[in-house]
């Protein structure tokens, strides 16, 4: 079966770093994608992972393992507004659809 | 802004009703897309649409119609809803296929009562 897998919630301090994981078991893989989204708007594109390693962008780096199922979001030098939640979606190679996780809740404190 | 726009933002309907949700992209995709989103849960995607033609309906009860009348519009008909379809339901639009990412509306809280 298709299953991904993330952390319900996650709590940290501003301007810490935190790190997201995200395990999947998919019968396909063409990517894999981190989005945002904050209370009540629309998930917004943070990163695209195909093939393994670091991806970097200003604060935000996601990193992929393609043979261990395994993905996670680092965010650094938190902010009050990176409160939200962070969703890890798969993209199946055989339809192009994307399979979602259920979203991890990022709750910063001061 | 995403360039996708969904109304109502919010909307609470009777089980014997019937609604609307409207979805419009001019972002030129040719891929648009209708997702359930309940809390604590992953995104259930309902119905896909590429070139104006249904591709994929993941067994979605029939008391949901989509309607996409052209590239850039998306309609969701509602009747007859039950308490449980309470839910977020967004709507997103891509490029079919490749590796781009999909641009998500803000979505519509509906309330069934």
């Known amino acids: 079966g298709q299953n991904i897998d993330q952390p319900t919630e996650m709590t940290a301090t501003e301007g810490a770093i935190v790190q997201i994981n995200c395990t999947y078991q998919t019968s396909g893989f063409n990517g894999l994608f981190w989005y945002q989204q904050h209370a009540g708007e629309a998930p917004t594109f943070l990163s695209y992972?195909?093939l393994d390693g670091l991806e970097e962008k200003g604060r935000f780096s996601s990193f992929l393992s393609r043979s261990k199922g395994y993905s996670y979001l680092l965010l650094k030098e938190l902010q009050m507004k990176d409160s939200a939640s962070y969703l890890c979606a798969v993209r199946d190679d055989s339809n192009y659809q994307l399979i979602w996780g259920a979203g991890t809740k990022l709750i910063i404190k001061p | 802004e995403t360039g996708v726009t969904q109304t109502p933002r919010h909307l609470v309907m009777g089980m014997t009703n019937k609604k609307s949700l409207k979805c419009e992209q001019h972002l030129g995709h040719n891929a648009m897309y209708w997702y359930k989103q309940s809390a604590k849960k992953p995104l259930e995607l309902m119905f896909v649409?590429?070139?104006?033609?249904?591709?994929e309906n993941n067994s979605v009860p029939s008391r949901f119609s989509p309607e996409c009348p052209n590239s850039s519009h998306l309609f969701l008909h509602l009747h007859t809803l039950q308490p449980e379809d309470s839910a977020l339901y967004l709507c997103?639009?891509?490029?079919?296929?490749?590796?781009?990412?999909?641009?998500f509306g803000q979505g519509t809280r509906l309330t069934v009562v």
């Open positions: 649409y590429s070139l104006e033609e249904r591709v």
């Open positions: 997103a639009s891509s490029p079919f296929g490749g590796d781009t990412e999909a641009f």
């Open positions: 992972n195909v």
